[in-house]
């Protein structure tokens, strides 16, 4: 995956009935600026107000996920979420010219196509990945269902469904790259049991629900008189009574096209985290509601780890040694406060520094509560900031870079004997005129200990 974020090349449309509805619905998705996210407009409502498609704006996940905000609702929305997600599309502000988006064949494989068609344009800001260091569980015990998000390299997904019928008693499918989603999830439609469409019909759904965009599972024998009525109310062809198993027009693509679908949900659902995230999903029954509740959890998450501490593998050899460091730096002891680097690019850095009990600083701060000084913290993200700028210069051993201000800076946490702080600064504003200015962060673990906005200014030695 490009760490740079994406919208769309051009817009498109796509119309249809609305599942519940049965309305006639038009959706099209625009480009968008950088950083916006997933965005919903109502057209067909005076002022055509917007909704952040973000969990918190879930208002209902009985068939399918619902956003809302006052008197302004949009549903079955998951599938189209599951599409922009999938393909790595960032930005996009979605119309609607009515309460839900079409549901078309019951798949993403419709959006997917389009998206396709128009292609995606690369922005400028960095993807905001959310890299998942720690397991993370959310469960149902009423219904069974539990959700678990575990660290991996990359987004992936395992779901395990299990229900009272001998059509899809128990099926499970995985995706462990998301440049399978195409061909393998995005193509499994949406399913529904004979016994759930009367009382869903009753509830005023599912008026736009036909064979050619969903599943029909006819699993519990019934009356001819009874199964003809429904397929009244309907308007599916009759059927026989006493012929159990599928029913839709198309046949099943997959012998576990349930499972599949039901991974496309939980994608359409994991969209509304606002971040692309990097972990494994392991989802034991999913459903709307509990994917919801679990997506909620991870905005929480998210806000209270802002800003990620940089992975830090000690058995990773790392890109600079101390001794590539001193060739860089002129800072020697005790004033020398960065021991390797573990990442470089153009624009981010990651440094170490080992906090031992011999620091030179300890013996007057403070002999029995030894305290690492805040000015060390931020003059140790400036050398790691200053190795940064120095490693793009030709002839760096013959520049040194100064400070000239120091901007909003914030201590969270103490810095102590054995701890082990994570430098990482990325450059806001590139070399100009002898002058740079990068963001830094000091952690201790997963804990951001350190802050501050760094302004230098790049001198040739004498």
């Not at 001794?323 to 021991?339: C, E, F, N, S």
Request: charged residues 25%.
């Amino acid at each position: 995956m490009n760490d740079k974020q994406h919208t769309l090349n051009s817009s498109f449309s796509l119309s249809g009935k609305g599942l519940h509805t049965g309305l006639n619905l038009t959706v099209t998705f625009n480009p968008a600026p950088e950083n916006q996210g997933y965005k919903i407009q109502r057209t067909d409502l005076p002022g055509q107000p917007i909704l952040d498609a973000v969990a918190e704006n879930v208002v209902e996940t009985t068939r399918g996920t619902v956003l809302g905000k006052n008197d302004v609702r949009v549903s079955t929305i998951e599938h189209g979420m599951s599409a922009l997600y999938a393909l790595g599309v960032d930005n996009v502000l979605i119309q609607v010219d009515g309460p839900e988006f079409p549901i078309l064949d019951g798949s993403a494989d419709p959006y997917v196509k389009e998206i396709r068609r128009v292609g995606l344009e690369e922005q400028k800001a960095e993807k905001n990945w959310y890299i998942i260091t720690r397991k993370i569980e959310i469960k149902d015990e009423k219904s069974g269902s539990c959700i678990t998000l575990l660290p991996d390299e990359e987004f992936s997904i395992t779901t395990m469904i299990d229900f009272q019928s001998k059509f899809i008693s128990s099926q499970f499918a995985t995706l462990d790259n998301m440049e399978d989603f195409e061909r393998e999830i995005a193509p499994a439609r949406t399913f529904v049991f004979v016994r759930e469409i009367e009382p869903l019909l009753m509830a005023g759904l599912v008026k736009g629900g036909d064979l050619d965009n969903a599943i029909v599972i006819y699993e519990r024998q019934t009356t001819q008189e009874a199964l003809d009525k429904l397929c009244d109310q309907t308007g599916a062809e009759h059927h026989d009574a006493n012929v159990l198993g599928y029913i839709q027009h198309k046949p099943l693509v997959w012998e576990n096209e349930p499972a599949r679908h039901k991974l496309l949900d939980i994608i359409g659902d994991m969209a509304l985290i606002g971040r692309p995230i990097k972990g494994r999903i392991i989802a034991t029954r999913p459903g709307h509601t509990v994917n919801n509740k679990f997506a909620r959890l991870m905005r929480k998450e998210i806000r209270k780890n802002e800003v990620q501490a940089p992975i830090y593998d000690p058995n990773k050899a790392p890109l600079m040694d101390n001794v590539k460091v001193r060739q860089l730096l002129p800072h020697r002891y005790p004033m020398l406060l960065v021991d390797k680097i573990i990442s470089l690019d153009k624009k981010v850095v990651v440094g170490i520094k080992n906090i031992t009990a011999n620091e030179p600083f300890f013996q007057g701060h403070f002999p029995q509560e030894p305290v690492m000084p805040g000015v060390l913290i931020i003059e140790a993200l400036a050398q790691t900031g200053g190795i940064l700028v120095l490693n793009g210069l030709d002839e760096p051993e013959r520049y040194s870079t100064y400070f000239l201000r120091i901007d909003n800076v914030k201590f969270r946490q103490k810095v102590v004997p054995g701890d082990t702080l994570i430098f990482r600064s990325e450059i806001i504003v590139p070399l100009s005129h002898s002058i740079v200015s990068m963001q830094g962060y000091a952690f201790v673990g997963e804990n951001c200990v350190a802050e501050a906005t760094l302004t230098a200014q790049v001198i040739k030695n004498k």
